[in-house]
């Protein structure tokens, strides 16, 4: 798993990014750059938790990129006539990433 701190981002453009949702107010972020995906880490080498995806957007407003997504994986998928048991992709749409630097 490579990883990589919010400072080392700071004013680069990555080719894109991917927030994954756990439920609406916990998140983590990874980064595609040079074709590499990495995990956004804090200080202390841990993944970052971001407390939904505009927060994640906010903090990292210093990093630019075309191309950004949410995924977000249902835990009730049978509440939607999905049989239970059953593997479901993750939901996946597209997110405005705004920058600093747009």
């Known amino acids: ?6 400072n080392k981002l700071a004013k680069q453009q990555v080719e ?3 927030i994954t949702s756990a439920c609406l107010s916990v998140c983590t972020v990874r980064v595609c750059l040079n074709g590499e995906w990495f995990w956004v880490v804090d200080q202390n080498g841990k993944i970052q938790r971001f407390n939904g995806p505009e927060h994640a957007n906010n903090l990292l407003s210093h990093v630019s990129t075309p191309k950004a997504t949410l995924l977000h994986h249902s835990a009730h998928a049978e509440m939607v006539g999905q049989p ?3 593997v479901i992709p993750p939901l996946k749409v597209a997110f405005n990433w705004r920058s600093d630097r747009a």
């Open 16 to 18: 894109e990014i991917e």
């Open 84 to 86: 239970e048991g059953e």
């Open 1 to 6: 798993m490579k990883t990589i701190t919010a």
